[in-house]
């Protein structure tokens, strides 16, 4: 009986040295499981008792940065310090900002460089008479601030072009969505320019079919990233509905005509459809890629609202600009804006990063607020 107690401790001790082993055992094994056992947040080690929540297959986020609201808008984890939030609240981790163009300057190298590739690929067809083209940086997802009116497929608006008679000239503008990828912002410059290119050589009497024309501009962009060779955005430019597939029609008809035709087509053509696609003869088939990217790029001009909106913020460069139902006004500038079924004269008075004051026909001061704000 005397030897039974320390049997009994020499037992205890060597249950307690087979439970740190298996302890550290099942730790090893989690740490094969998820290689990175510190949380992607936070950067604390989680010990195997600490509830942790699994990202991505090999990543851990921890139960208080779990519970953070603010999340990458494009990989979906909580964020806490390194990462980029634009002024319309859009989150970027430190991960998922890396590649995306956020300034205006570089947006502009960025427009150039793409612009001056697509004037290449069109052979010297595709020349600005008026090159001049500023470009700027639209913070403010403005299609999608009313959660009511969401549109399918969670489209998004990312970039508009503009052109104005100024006495026997024309004036151009360019204004992108902050935030996207380099590559696929180098498509919607392409297919903005394409829009600046028509409006000085479409023939006044080419009624252009709107679909059609917007498929010309579509074209443009997928030819810019056919010389690129990036599969992936020709793809997304392909598959997106915004053509109602008059894309798919072009793209046919440029392989059997080629992409020159089509753009001396738009110059001097009095029909508001190609030949090919009036008589429906367009044997052709479609350029073969890799399986379509459902992510579209553009989508159809909202209809005019009944009120005075501010659709969006422009960054400021001197003293900002706004955009109000589709028209883009420096502080200063007065401008006629479309409303309902007419016109009123709107001059931009103040910009700031939430709203904008302006006057209508000579009233007084009147704040627009962002939707977002209101």
């Not at 902050?178 to 479409?202: D, F, K, M």
């Not at 992936?232 to 046919?252: C, W």
């Not at 589709?326 to 007419?342: A, D, N, R, S």
Request: proline fraction near 6%.
């Amino acid at each position: 009986m005397r030897g039974f107690p320390r049997r009994s401790i020499r037992f205890g001790l060597l249950a307690a040295v087979l439970l740190i082993a298996a302890t550290g055992w099942l730790h090893a094994q989690a740490r094969r499981s998820h290689p990175n056992d510190r949380c992607i947040v936070c950067s604390k080690s989680q010990t195997i008792a600490d509830p942790v929540w699994l990202f991505q297959e090999t990543n851990l986020v921890c139960n208080p940065c779990h519970l953070i609201k603010e999340r990458c808008l494009v990989c979906g984890v909580p964020v806490k310090n390194d990462f980029f939030k634009t002024p319309d609240g859009r989150i970027y981790c430190h991960l998922d900002k890396v590649g995306r163009v956020f300034d205006e300057y570089e947006a502009g190298r960025l427009y150039i460089d793409a612009t001056d590739e697509l004037r290449r690929v069109a052979r010297g067809e595709m020349e600005l008479k008026y090159p001049e083209t500023p470009v700027r940086l639209f913070d403010s997802d403005y299609w999608n601030d009313d959660a009511k009116k969401k549109e399918t497929n969670s489209l998004h608006k990312i970039g508009f072009s503009h052109s104005r008679s100024l006495g026997d000239r024309l004036t151009h503008g360019i204004v992108l969505l902050s935030g996207q990828r380099r590559q696929a912002l180098a498509a919607v410059c392409a297919h903005e320019y394409a829009h600046l290119w028509i409006n000085e050589n479409r023939a006044w009497t080419n009624a252009i079919d709107p679909d059609v024309l917007e498929a010309v501009c579509e074209l443009t962009a997928w030819k810019l990233m056919e010389f690129r060779n990036a599969s992936d955005e020709m793809e997304a430019i392909r598959s997106n509905t915004y053509t109602r597939g008059r894309i798919d029609d072009l793209l046919r008809l440029e392989k059997e005509i080629g992409f020159l035709e089509i753009l001396k087509w738009v110059r001097v053509s009095k029909e508001t459809l190609p030949p090919q696609l009036l008589t429906g003869t367009n044997p052709a088939v479609l350029p073969v890629l890799t399986p379509p990217v459902p992510t579209p790029l553009w989508v159809a001009a909202p209809p005019v609202p009944t009120t005075l909106e501010l659709q969006g913020i422009i960054r400021p460069t001197n003293a900002g600009s706004a955009v109000i139902n589709g028209v883009v006004l420096g502080v200063g500038e007065e401008k006629t804006v479309p409303i309902g079924p007419g016109r009123i004269s709107v001059r931009c008075v103040e910009v700031t990063s939430e709203s904008v004051f302006v006057t209508t026909n000579g009233s007084g001061r009147i704040e627009l607020l962002l939707k977002k704000h209101r």
